[in-house]
């Protein structure tokens, strides 16, 4: 499945689901290769190394069931703004399991709460995994797992 409203309209629905009316709050959705949307928010914690990023509760799931992820967006929050944000270094990470055509959201710029859908390897165009992979290609999921 490719990343569209509909995807981006479940994140915002599980943020509004998990924290009505707060001004800031967030969440992420992911398509699955079947089409399933998979829902995750991230843990509100006082030790911040304990947090993990929003959409990482939807990622283990989707490798629990043996899905591909397809897409993903996190949504986010702040001060009654809503934005979408790019994942982080650490989710690209999580999410090149999936392989470069991962579509991952980005914000539009000069659109506020707008956003562009972008592959991971256009987010990622350099991605230091290629290392491990013959012909300096994406590494496929076994080279990812061991």
Known sequence: MKLDQTLVDAAI?????RWPGRA???????????GQILTSVCFDNLNAGVTLCHEVGAYCQAY?????????????????RLTVLAPCGICQERLALWGPGVEVAVAAPDEPGGWQARTLAEVNPYYWGRQFAEGGGWPSAEVHTG
């Open 24 to 34: 800031e709050a967030g969440a992420a959705a992911v398509y699955l290769d079947d």
């Open 13 to 17: 629905a599980q943020m509004d689901r």
């Open 64 to 80: 629990t069931l043996d899905r591909r992820v397809t897409a993903s967006v996190c949504v986010n929050r702040i001060a009654g």
